[in-house]
């Protein structure tokens, strides 16, 4: 991802977040509509991205830097898990245009599926899968279903959570309490 900072790295931004949002409610969105809701003409945004694959392509990989720092300023490796994972839904809940977009359609991200690990032995960092675990061996989450169901479920729920205020079924104010609601009663560990 480039870093371009002033004016330039505004306009980029701004043409990145509002191709994120416009494709994540229309795949067949046009350039045009595109550069309508960033609010720049059609030639401003054919002077950043020549052609629409490579807008894509550009808006995959922000919106992926996007959600890990999202991810990342949620700190998941401190405090109580419970405390922790409700800090995860807060941030992805903040991201949710980049997350729309992403799994609004699996094609998306198959050009950009990574290898397990950067360099040869080396586990990559997994901070909700970590974060997970951490929550079952405290006895917070659920031990009796893997931690990938969990963080499965976590998505579903983020997700449906998101595309219920984007129909304005939910309002977004009351999105991040009915979400956490949801995921907590699945996931706690109940006594017998």
């Known amino acids: 991802m480039r870093n371009e900072s002033g004016v330039r790295g505004r306009t980029r931004r701004a043409i990145l977040a509002a191709a994120?949002?416009?494709?994540?409610r229309n795949r067949s969105a046009t350039l045009a509509d595109i550069a309508e809701a960033a609010g720049v003409g059609r030639s401003t945004l054919h002077r950043y991205f020549s052609d629409r694959e490579e807008l894509i392509n550009a808006v995959v990989e922000d919106s992926l830097t996007v959600i890990s720092?999202?991810?990342?300023?949620?700190?998941l490796d401190q405090g109580p898990p419970a405390e922790a994972m409700r800090r995860l839904v807060a941030?992805?809940?903040?991201?949710?245009?980049?997350?729309m977009f992403l799994w609004g359609d699996p094609r998306v991200l198959e050009a950009f599926?990574?290898?397990?690990?950067?360099?040869?032995?080396?586990?990559?960092?997994?901070?909700?899968?970590?974060?997970?675990?951490?929550?079952?061996?405290?006895?917070?989450?659920?031990?009796?279903?893997?931690?990938?169901?969990?963080q499965n479920v976590l998505w579903a729920v983020v997700y449906t959570g998101v595309e219920q205020v984007d129909k304005g079924l939910i309002p977004r104010h009351g999105v991040y309490a009915t979400v956490v609601r949801t995921f907590e009663n699945g996931i706690r560990l109940r006594d017998s």
């Open 20 to 24: 994120a949002f416009v494709l994540a």
């Open 91 to 99: 941030a992805m809940l903040d991201v949710a245009d980049r997350l």
């Open 69 to 75: 720092q999202s991810i990342d300023e949620a700190a």
């Open 113 to 150: 599926e990574k290898p397990a690990s950067d360099e040869e032995g080396a586990k990559p960092t997994a901070p909700v899968p970590d974060l997970i675990e951490r929550g079952q061996a405290e006895g917070v989450f659920d031990p009796e279903v893997s931690a990938d169901w969990i």
